[in-house]
Each structure stands twice: as structure tokens, then as C-alpha cells.
């Protein structure tokens, strides 16, 4: 846990391609400043950051950006979504307020203290998530200006068996879930991540996580944004919770690779 990380990176890829890979919830990394405000020890916190990272989304989306014929773009966060977590509405929008994990969590994965209740997230929310929602609305923009479209591919993970925080746990947990959105998820989008990671094991669409992270100053709005959340099931490439990689890494950063250029 480092005080130096910076809060997150755009690592460029091809000037040709509208392609940008999102890693929001990869880190491990929380400042001592934030750190000071986590109720649990270091142990606990230890084990709470097993449960709540995206393990090695990173590497994944590294390495399928290495493999890809059309380099894509990479914007990735490189602090924990224990400091802010940047896919969240900032607000009454969203639907995880109700088990204390809006854009600053005050619960933990298993629904205890993780801050006190009273917590003001705003030092937070103005510190990183509006420069992260700004940088992540300029890279779009960029992508949008320089290829006339932007398609946002989120890279995410989430445990074979439910955690007590999950608001729709108890659907399907297939291999890969495509997490859609009816305004900025075209069908062909959809499809071409069905065939990409064919070779993954089955498909599921919106269970048990939904929607896809596209910056509020396109939601809704610019249908030049394409946007698709791609949650790989832990189990299939890592030991959980938070042990090393496996060999199924590199199948599913091929399989990322195959949909960056088809896209």
C-alpha cells in the first residue's frame, strides 16, 4: 500500500484504434492517508482486498493488448476501489449505497465496518474520482476525435461463489459475463465477445453483474460510445481469493485480443 502510485495510467495504443481497455479494479494499492480512515487491521484489510480486487485484470489486459493486431488504449486504475470506487454513480443513482459501497465503501465485502457510517466521502470524491471521471472522459473524447467512435471494453473479475455484498448473487455464474447496456451496447458488440471467448467456456449475458462504465458526460446521450463489461469468473484463471495466476490467463487475454480487433 503506497503513497507514490499514481492514481491511474492511459497507456497508448494505436492512433487507428477507438478500442479502450478499462481496468478499474485491479490495484491493491491504498495511500496512507486513505488507509487511516479503514477501520480494520492490517490482516483484516489484507483479506478484504483478496475479495474485492479484480487479481491480475491488469496483466490480462496487458497482454491482450500486446497480442492484438490493432494496439488498443488502456486506461487503468492504479489505486484500490477501497480508496474510490470509479464505476459508481456518485450519487442517489447508485444502487449499491443500499449495502454501504457507493463511490466510497463504508462496508466491507461480508457487510462489516470498513469505515465509520458517518464518513463524508466528498475529500474523497473530490481528490480521485472526479479527476479519474475527467481523465477517463477525455480519453473517449480523444478516441472519439481521432476515429470518429470509442468503444470502452471494461476488464473485470468476480468470485465463483457469492459474496454477502452482492445484490443479485444468486443468478447464473457462468465461465465469462458480458455486462450490457440497452443505449450504448449494440448487438454486434455482444456477439463479437460471444465468439471471442467461445474457447473460455460459456457465455452468460448481465448476471450476476450488469450495465458497463461509459463517463456521464456520454451516458445516454452519444451512440458513437460503445461500452461492454467483460467479467471473467476467478476460478478460471486464479487461485481465490487473491492467489497467483494460472494458465487460463493467457487463454482469456487471447480470447480479449481476438474482440479488440474485431471491434
Same mark, same amino acid.
Given at each position: 500500500?503506497?503513497?507514490?502510485?499514481?492514481?491511474?495510467?492511459?497507456?497508448?495504443?494505436?492512433?487507428?484504434?477507438?478500442?479502450?481497455?478499462?481496468?478499474?479494479?485491479?490495484?491493491?494499492?491504498?495511500?496512507?492517508?486513505?488507509?487511516?480512515?479503514?477501520?480494520?487491521?492490517?490482516?483484516?484489510?489484507?483479506?478484504?482486498?483478496?475479495?474485492?480486487?479484480?487479481? +491480475? @485484470?491488469?496483466?490480462?489486459?496487458? =497482454? !491482450? #493488448?500486446?497480442? /492484438?493486431?490493432?494496439?488498443?488504449?488502456?486506461?487503468?486504475?492504479?489505486?484500490?476501489?477501497?480508496?474510490?470506487?470509479?464505476?459508481?454513480?456518485?450519487?442517489?443513482?447508485?444502487?449499491?449505497?443500499?449495502?454501504?459501497?457507493?463511490?466510497?465503501?463504508?462496508?466491507?465485502?461480508?457487510?462489516?465496518?470498513?469505515?465509520?457510517?458517518?464518513?463524508?466521502?466528498?475529500?474523497?470524491?473530490?481528490?480521485?474520482?472526479?479527476?479519474?471521471?475527467?481523465?477517463?472522459?477525455?480519453?473517449?473524447?480523444?478516441?472519439?476525435?481521432?476515429?470518429?467512435?470509442?468503444?470502452?471494453?471494461?476488464?473485470?473479475?468476480?468470485?465463483?461463489?457469492?459474496?454477502?455484498?452482492?445484490?443479485?448473487?444468486?443468478?447464473?455464474?457462468?465461465?465469462?459475463?458480458?455486462?450490457?447496456?440497452?443505449? +450504448? @451496447?449494440?448487438?454486434?458488440?455482444? =456477439? !463479437? #465477445?460471444?465468439? /471471442?471467448?467461445?474457447?473460455?467456456?460459456?457465455?452468460?449475458?448481465?448476471?450476476?453483474?450488469?450495465?458497463?462504465?461509459?463517463?456521464?458526460?456520454?451516458?445516454?446521450?452519444?451512440?458513437?460510445?460503445?461500452?461492454?463489461?467483460?467479467?471473467?469468473?476467478?476460478?478460471?484463471?486464479?487461485?481465490?481469493?487473491?492467489?497467483?495466476?494460472?494458465?487460463?490467463?493467457?487463454?482469456?487475454?487471447?480470447?480479449?485480443?481476438?474482440?479488440?480487433?474485431?471491434?
Amino acid at each position: 500500500m503506497s503513497q507514490t502510485v499514481p492514481s491511474f495510467d492511459l497507456l497508448p495504443g494505436a492512433a487507428a484504434s477507438p478500442v479502450l481497455l478499462h481496468v478499474p479494479h485491479s490495484s491493491r494499492a491504498i495511500p496512507g492517508h486513505v488507509r487511516a480512515g479503514i477501520v480494520l487491521d492490517d490482516a483484516g484489510l489484507e483479506r478484504e482486498l483478496d475479495h474485492i480486487t479484480d487479481a +491480475h @485484470t491488469a496483466r490480462i489486459a496487458e =497482454e !491482450a #493488448a500486446a497480442l /492484438a493486431g490493432l494496439r488498443p488504449w488502456r486506461f487503468v486504475n492504479r489505486l484500490s476501489r477501497l480508496v474510490v470506487d470509479p464505476e459508481r454513480f456518485p450519487d442517489e443513482r447508485e444502487e449499491m449505497l443500499a449495502v454501504g459501497m457507493g463511490a466510497v465503501y463504508t462496508r466491507t465485502t461480508h457487510k462489516g465496518e470498513l469505515r465509520s457510517a458517518d464518513t463524508d466521502p466528498e475529500p474523497l470524491v473530490a481528490r480521485y474520482f472526479r479527476p479519474y471521471a475527467a481523465a477517463m472522459a477525455e480519453a473517449v473524447a480523444g478516441r472519439l476525435a481521432a476515429t470518429g467512435r470509442a468503444v470502452i471494453i471494461d476488464v473485470h473479475s468476480y468470485p465463483a461463489r457469492p459474496l454477502p455484498y452482492e445484490l443479485h448473487g444468486s443468478g447464473p455464474r457462468p465461465p465469462v459475463c458480458l455486462g450490457t447496456d440497452a443505449f +450504448h @451496447t449494440p448487438p454486434e458488440l455482444t =456477439e !463479437a #465477445a460471444r465468439k /471471442a471467448f467461445a474457447g473460455c467456456g460459456e457465455t452468460g449475458l448481465d448476471s450476476p453483474f450488469a450495465g458497463t462504465y461509459v463517463p456521464l458526460e456520454f451516458y445516454g446521450t452519444d451512440a458513437r460510445v460503445g461500452a461492454l463489461m467483460v467479467e471473467i469468473r476467478r476460478d478460471t484463471y486464479m487461485t481465490e481469493p487473491g492467489g497467483p495466476a494460472g494458465p487460463g490467463l493467457h487463454r482469456l487475454a487471447t480470447a480479449l485480443a481476438a474482440l479488440v480487433d474485431t471491434v
